[in-house]
């Protein structure tokens, strides 16, 4: 790695200098207190706040070759943003925790700071990075917490599913799953080694999963909406639907029978990110679709059209993690 | 490393087996929601929640030759305790995120867990651990994300201090960097290597010095009573006091002129998690001690007893990390 005075590795710089940095890419702050004291001081108009904190690591959750600076904050910022909105919650700040090498050049972290606020502006208008925290690691991680607003709603937990409601999704299941596999399939190297991602490569849909999978959008906007027509129960689906369905059905105390017609991919993919829900009949709202209705409890937690599933349910990053780097 | 049934690599549990050993050793949830859900769901009953998140890396901020998990799990949350009480606000909620590489012990994950609850309990008493994260690492990681409430109180920000104010502290100056500097100087070997500290080589002095870096015990209950004194200026002394007062005379646009009987220990030493406050004379309240005064601003932004300093003023950890793990 070469010296690039226009382009300075971050340990040559110090936090206030990169802060200001990050700090220009993104939206002005909208907060009671916002960046540059010791906490942040943020509006909670209806007496509770929803928070969640979820972590991207270089190695299990992502690599380098595949995903750019811009990607990993968008995805980093998209999967929080969905946990809130799996409240049936409006998500209203980030706090972010960058552990870097002091190496990473300094138009990376602006890259993930760019795409940070682009998943906030595009997935939870008026959502914005309030405070957050830099440190030098050797393993470059991306801790996001993300706090909400339920407006006076109730929380929608997962454990109100009852016999006889509607199970229904929103958003793409299956096709982040699916662009995972087409990193691992086609752009690795002899050694396994990742190797970018040629898109002229890539298939329409084989481009539309590998988006999936780098930039997830996750329909944050319809948590809310759930929650409005009276969702019994709320999740997002970040393991695979089996296994989230299951979890879903176990706190509930029902079993989920799925559509039959809903392929391995759908059941099975990770990080689809999109919102489980579970509605009285008559009720779903738009953007949600049924895929499946409660029963009361039986053997199974999950069945697929009335039998029970005997594949792998989803993914475990303790079980599947492949231990390459890149 | 060998196997142990008894004490499993967590690289060979499931996340839900985990994370119930370490819901084991927490408080139980005192949460509208609670551990378990996509997201926590917390009061803020003023309508307004504090929020602050720091790192503690392998590496640059800790070894494991010199710090226990419990030490760990302490630092992590009494770090994050003091920011919340820095802006005057009472920390009500952890958020705990933790990355680690797949042959930690499940006695260590316990015993992170424990440190966690322990300094809430001796810290600040009914903040608890309501959320959080595990993932695999290279690097052991966690990042912790601190609630508070302000409970109608107006937060207290770093610049609001007024020429005639009293600067005081609350806390100990000095000790932790110290205690640091015992680590670096007399548990290496001869690579440099870390090993583990043994206590009875230490006088008294130096095992309270290395206590104070270790398990930090900041003044977390003082910043409510700096608030309700009167505080023009709040913040966390985590930098090294010279350092951080230069940021509060900065914000201010005053200069601060402290002790001259202040020793180089207690101007420069890191990690202190002392308050530093402003009070207008006269108003100074019981914990905190009178340590110099502010000025209309001057050349300098920090004098001592009169005098311009001329130190390094403080630990930052892009430019003063050695770089070697252990």
Redesign the interface.
């Known amino acids: 790695v070469t010296d690039s005075p226009a382009d300075p590795r971050?340990?040559d710089?110090?936090?206030g200098r990169i802060l200001r940095h990050i700090l220009d890419q993104l939206a002005p702050s909208a907060a009671?207190?916002g960046p540059?004291?010791?906490?942040?001081?943020?509006?909670?108009?209806?007496?509770?706040?929803?928070?969640?904190?979820?972590?991207l690591?270089?190695?299990?959750?992502f690599r380098l070759a595949w995903s750019s600076a811009y990607d990993l904050g968008w995805k980093s910022a998209a999967v929080n943003l969905?946990?809130?909105a799996?409240?049936g919650?409006r998500p209203t700040?980030l706090?972010?925790?960058l552990?870097m090498p002091?190496d990473t050049r300094l138009s990376f972290v602006e890259g993930l700071a760019g795409g940070l606020r682009a998943a906030c502006d595009a997935l939870a208008p008026g959502c914005a990075v309030?405070?957050?925290?830099l440190?030098?690691?050797?393993?470059l991680?991306i801790?996001v917490?993300?706090?909400?607003s339920?407006d006076g709603r109730e929380?929608v937990?997962?454990?109100g599913v009852r016999p006889g409601d509607v199970i229904a999704v929103a958003g793409d299941l299956g096709r982040a799953g699916r662009g995972l596999r087409v990193l691992f399939d086609r752009f690795r190297d002899d050694t396994g080694t990742p190797v970018p991602p040629v898109l002229a490569d890539l298939s329409p849909a084989e481009a539309e999963d590998l988006a999936a999978q780098l930039r997830p959008a996750p329909p944050v906007g319809l948590g809310t909406v759930a929650a409005d027509a009276g969702a019994t129960a709320l999740?997002?689906i970040s393991d695979g639907l089996v296994l989230d369905a299951t979890r879903m059905a176990d706190?509930s105390r029902v079993t989920i029978d799925l559509d039959a017609a809903l392929d391995h991919d759908m059941l099975t993919g990770g990080e689809d990110h999109a919102l489980l829900a579970a509605f009285p009949a008559g009720t779903v709202p738009d953007g949600f679709r049924p895929i499946g209705h409660a029963l009361p409890r039986a053997e199974h937690a999950v069945l697929i059209g009335g039998r029970a599933f005997t594949g792998n349910g989803g993914w475990?990053?303790?079980?599947d993690?492949d231990s390459v780097?890149g």
Chains 1, 2 share one sequence.
């Open positions: 971050i340990g710089l110090s936090e009671v207190v540059g004291d010791d906490a942040a001081v943020l509006a909670a108009p209806d007496g509770r706040v929803v928070a969640t904190v979820d972590s690591v270089h190695g299990p959750d969905a946990d809130v799996a409240m919650a700040t706090l972010v925790a552990a002091d309030e405070g957050g925290d440190t030098v690691s050797d393993t991680t801790v917490t993300a706090l909400g339920l929380p937990e997962r454990s999740m997002d706190a475990d990053p303790y079980r993690w780097g």
